[in-house]
């Protein structure tokens, strides 16, 4: 199970130990009654959870709606336990994601679009804390975004803290925040398969199977979904 979670259902951020310029509403929401949005044409959104112990293997994910941004916003970030920085995920003014290391003061910028308006995604982190041998991994909808998955030097110093929002100012964006996970293990949710109806053929004749009704939990549809099959006799 995670170590902390939050999907603000208590109609608040009081699960957090601190908030600024995020609030709680009703109106957009991934599942439940409410969640976090921060609207801001001067940045400087976020909430802060500092955990009970910290960990060198860490996993968050959020799921993030973004409706507009005329800006870089930052969305999920890992911290130490003294509130220093390690790395997060953004999306780029373009609307591209991205990775910051903040500990080696480097940034990498993926071909993969998060577009405004786009609806609701799952987005996930992970850092293992391991000095120059560190390795940070995304997954987007599920699906892991090999250009900002990468070995890198993170540092020595563990996980102590995680934040959604940006604590940049001067920013001008509207995304809204939901169902709030960290732990030492995947959180991202499993895709959802779907073949299509039961087909029969004789054996060894060769059918279709279209998964084209297969999603991620985003209800994004999954690359890659016909592929011929050789039928077998049961």
Avoid: C
């Avoid at 999907?7 to 709680?24: C, I, K, P, Q, Y």
């Avoid at 895709?191 to 279209?210: E, I, K, L, M, R």
């Amino acid at each position: 199970p995670p170590l902390f979670s939050d999907d603000v259902g208590s109609g608040s951020l009081a699960a957090w130990t601190a908030s600024v310029g995020t609030n709680v509403q009703g109106t957009l929401t991934h599942a439940g009654s409410f969640a976090a949005q921060a609207a801001t044409t001067d940045g400087n959104t976020y909430a802060k959870k500092t955990l009970t112990s910290t960990v060198t293997d860490a996993y968050s994910r959020v799921w993030i709606n973004l409706q507009s941004t005329s800006s870089q916003v930052n969305l999920l970030r890992h911290r130490t336990a003294a509130d220093s920085s390690i790395a997060y995920l953004f999306v780029s003014a373009s609307g591209q994601l991205g990775l910051r290391n903040d500990a080696a003061g480097t940034t990498t910028t993926s071909p993969v679009f998060v577009a405004p308006g786009s609806g609701w995604h799952e987005l996930e982190l992970h850092t293992l804390i391991n000095g120059p041998s560190s390795k940070v991994d995304a997954w987007l909808d599920g699906v892991h975004v090999d250009t900002l998955s990468i070995t890198t030097d993170l540092g020595t110093t563990p996980v102590g803290r995680v934040q959604i929002g940006d604590v940049q100012s001067g920013r001008t964006y509207n995304v809204t925040y939901d169902d709030v996970a960290f732990g030492t293990s995947e959180l991202r949710s499993p895709p959802v398969a779907n073949a299509g109806p039961d087909q029969s053929a004789a054996s060894a004749a060769v059918t279709t199977v279209d998964a084209g009704a297969s999603a991620a939990p985003s209800q994004h549809p999954l690359p890659d979904t016909r592929a011929p099959r050789r039928a077998t006799a049961r």
